[in-house]
């Protein structure tokens, strides 16, 4: 099956092109789209050279709009029969692609979260850790699932489970809308493990506590409406 990476970009002039080594050094991606959602820094001068390898689109906003609008951009553009969500910051591994990638791949299952709580990982920050694990507890009650990490960032789909599906989140609250819908769905998500090497908020971390309450009101109004 063709895979299709989305990138989603937000000032990553520090480690934007090492992750495109990385996801291309894995050699399964039929295409890469990198989605600067208007970035203030170098990224875009440095994702100008890239505009030109093999396999990699790359889309401009010409304002920040959020990582959310910044997905939904690269799921429209995709033309792969499963599409995965990289965030550009190093915290994830493309190596785990093909554990991620099987369970669709074999035909079980149509979505896959990789889980930094199932496998090795570089320690979180305590409140991060214990922000998600109540949304994601928050997760299991609403909607009648087990997950163990509703917030990481490797989500992966295959494109008819997702093409067809309204989203429209712009900001962080792009994680709980999503599960919520493809939850609601009938979609049973399958978890595997993926190492996690977490970044502090001085490497450029953006996520605050600000997007809790947010993803609590996104979980719950997406149990009632669509």
Known sequence: MKLSVIIPVYNEAATIQEI????RAVGLAYEIIVVDDG???????LL?????QPGT???YHDRNQGKGAAVRTGFDRATGEILLIQDADLEYDPRDYPVLLRPIEEGRVKVVYGSRFLGPRKAMLFWH?????ALTLLTNVLYNTILSDMETCYKVFKADAIKGIPLRSRRFEFEPE???????????????????YGREYTEGKKITWREGPKAVWTLIKYRFVD
């Open 48 to 52: 100008k050279a890239e505009e030109n």
């Open 20 to 23: 495109l080594k990385q996801v």
């Open 178 to 196: 999503i599960t919520a819908k493809v939850l609601k769905r009938g979609h049973r998500i399958f978890e595997v493990p993926i190492s996690y």
């Open 57 to 59: 689109v790359v889309i």
């Open 39 to 45: 970035s203030t820094d170098r990224t875009r001068e």
């Open 129 to 133: 850790m214990l922000g998600n694990k």
